[in-house]
C-alpha cells in the first residue's frame, strides 16, 4: 500500500526503542519509554500559507527525526506494517 500525506504531514516509522541502558542493563517492556525516533517514509507537499503559496517542509525521505511523545495518528497498513502521520510541526529536530 502506497501512502501520500497531504499538506504539511509527514509519514514516518517509528525507530525501536532501546532494549538496554548504556549501562549494559535490559529493560522490560514496562519500563520502556514511548519512542521519540523515526524515519520519514513520506512528506507532503508542504504547508499552504495564508497567502496561497506553498512552504516547502524542511524534512525530507529518509531523514531521522525526533517527535514529540505524544503526537501523531498510527496507521496500520493491510500488511500489518505500522506508521505514524504526523504534522510537520511536530517534529522537533532532524537527527544527523
Known amino acids: 500500500m502506497k501512502i501520500k500525506p497531504l499538506g504539511d504531514r509527514v509519514l514516518v516509522r517509528v525507530l525501536d526503542a532501546k532494549e538496554k541502558t548504556e549501562g549494559g542493563i535490559y529493560l522490560p517492556d514496562t519500563a520502556k519509554e514511548k519512542p521519540q525516533e523515526a524515519e520519514v517514509?513520506?512528506?507532503?507537499?508542504?504547508?499552504?500559507?495564508?497567502s496561497g503559496k506553498v512552504q516547502e517542509p524542511q524534512v525530507k525521505v529518509k531523514d531521522?527525526?525526533?517527535?514529540?511523545?505524544?503526537?501523531?495518528?498510527?496507521?496500520?497498513?493491510k500488511e500489518g506494517e505500522e506508521f505514524l502521520i504526523l504534522r510537520e510541526e511536530d517534529i522537533l529536530?532532524?537527527?544527523n
Open 64 to 77: 531521522k527525526v525526533l517527535f514529540g511523545k505524544y503526537s501523531g495518528t498510527t496507521v496500520t497498513t
Open 41 to 50: 517514509i513520506a512528506v507532503g507537499p508542504g504547508k499552504t500559507l495564508e
Open 93 to 95: 529536530a532532524i537527527i
